[in-house]
């Protein structure tokens, strides 16, 4: 999609360190970090919410998660532990509408999410 800012990372069109990429995923540090690691895994293809997913992503919604898992690794959070979240809509906080899994590491969590 044109005007999408993670559309245009992926395509290398706006300059961002990738710390993960393959044909299908890329990830990239959070311009706003919430965590002190803090990446966002993206697919390449435009997604704009959970909710357009089909039942033909489901291998490229579960290769989000095998990259998360291999970037927890490299980045040393796997054994201490980690967060994945996926926000979706106005109520679930997202705003940028392109599918983004974010991977928050190397601080303990809280539960109940805000
Ligand atoms: P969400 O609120 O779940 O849609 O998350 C969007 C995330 O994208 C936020 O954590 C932002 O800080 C982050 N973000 C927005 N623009 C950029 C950008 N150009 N590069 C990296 N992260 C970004």
Known sequence: M?????????????????VYEDDQVV???????????HVLLIPRR?????????????????HLYTAAAEVARRE???????????NCNADGGQTVFHL????????RMSWPPG
Request: net charge negative; proline share 6%; with cysteine.
């Open 2 to 18: 044109t005007d999408c800012i993670f559309c245009k990372i992926a395509a290398g069109e706006i300059p961002s360190e990738f």
């Open 27 to 37: 990830g990239f540090r959070d311009l706003n970090p919430q965590a002190p690691t």
């Open 46 to 62: 435009h997604i704009a919410t959970l909710n357009e997913l089909r039942p033909e992503d489901e291998a490229l919604v579960g």
């Open 76 to 86: 040393g959070l796997a054994e201490a532990g980690y967060r994945t979240v996926i």
């Open 100 to 107: 983004h899994l974010h991977l928050l590491g190397g601080r």
